[in-house]
């Protein structure tokens, strides 16, 4: 007797469709296609289930009463609303919030809530499971690049702070979260297309409505993509900067041997939307005797010089293994002042959750160890032992 294949043992099943990484459009697309709602009504039951997810942050679609039970029902069969694991919630003594979110089996990224940054608070989101780009001045640098987050993922991140922050439904002077940077893991360039959709969502006024002037997308200066960036996402934009002449830029930055310092600054210039109104943040970490003399305070004057700018000066964040020290106040305040007389905003960022690791350059998830928090746990059983 010949031997018959089971097809249907065979075929994989399909994950279903997270319907928080969808924007309007696609949602309205994705509703017609599993043949839950027809194509007259899919705009108006999108934006129904657009201000329920979004804005109200609900993960059940029996919880959306204002649409039919049957078609409750349907959504519920073709698509999902879930949230990833929250691994670890870390809560810093000045008040940041530090998340460790399982987005897939083996798969965690970090995000970071900073309260009293921007009109009330800050969340750093990552786009990236590791990076490729292995700036040396940056913790999330020696962890290998997993993969590119989906925008679902990115959402995610977004909707685990508000879960926690207890802000959904809420508008105006009670919100906690008013501001979205991208600076966390990953080059957000390298994953132009789910960053960009993340920030229809993210940005749509009848959901999370964080406008697009709160949100900021920081790169190391992936050239090419710059103006699709702008064209895109009409966001912020932030440069990791670091240092004025290649030669050390090329240590710090080594994407800088790819597109040089002349290459990144002739891109800025032409980033659609540039203005006094919408200026480019440089970031630039202050290391002790390697980039922060008064020389090179006034080659970033010239540097910059006809660019609307602002300029963040960071303290470094020494994370274990780094061979980088932080400047000292003193030389970080004179370089400040030199920047300031040039007529640049200069501010000092005050280093934010550094006890927990989640300040600037510190983030690297733990996706390819054992979890520290295991580890925690098993020496807590040896020693009682």
Known sequence: MGATLDLARATPAVAAVNLSGLTRGQLAAALVEAGVVPAP???????????????????????????????????????????????????????????????????????????????????????QVGCTLNCTFCHTGTQALVRNLTAAEIVAQVQVAKDDLDEWAVDGEDRKLSNIVFMGMGEPLYNLDAVADA???ISDNEGIAISRR?????????????????ERTQAMLAISLHATNDALRDV????????????????????????????????????????????????LVQLLKGVPAKINLIPFNP?????????????????????????????????RGRDILAACGQLKSESEKVRASVRRRDAAVLASG
């Open 214 to 230: 709160r949100i900021t997308v920081s790169t190391s200066g992936v050239v090419p993509q710059l103006q699709a960036l702008g």
């Open 41 to 127: 009504k899919a705009k108006m039951r999108a934006g129904q289930i657009f201000r329920w997810v979004h804005f109200r942050g609900v993960t059940d679609f029996e919880q959306m009463t204002d649409v039919a039970k049957e078609t409750r029902a349907a959504l519920a069969e073709a698509f999902v609303l879930t949230r990833p694991e929250i691994v670890e919630r870390q809560v810093s003594r000045d008040g940041t919030r530090k998340y460790l979110i399982r987005v897939a089996p083996g798969i965690e990224v970090e995000a970071v809530y900073i309260p009293d940054v921007g009109r009330v608070g800050a969340l750093c989101v990552s786009s």
């Open 319 to 351: 994370w274990p293994g780094t061979q980088y020290e932080c400047s000292d106040w003193a030389t970080i305040e004179r370089f400040a002042a030199i920047l300031n007389r040039a007529g640049y905003s200069s501010p000092i960022r005050t280093p």
């Open 199 to 201: 920030i229809e969502i």
């Open 252 to 299: 710090l930055v080594p994407l800088n041997k790819k597109y040089d310092i002349a290459t990144l600054i002739e891109g800025i210039r032409n980033y659609p939307g540039i203005s006094n109104a919408r200026r480019v943040t440089f970031e630039y970490v202050m290391l002790k005797g390697v980039n922060d003399s008064p020389d090179e305070a006034r080659a």
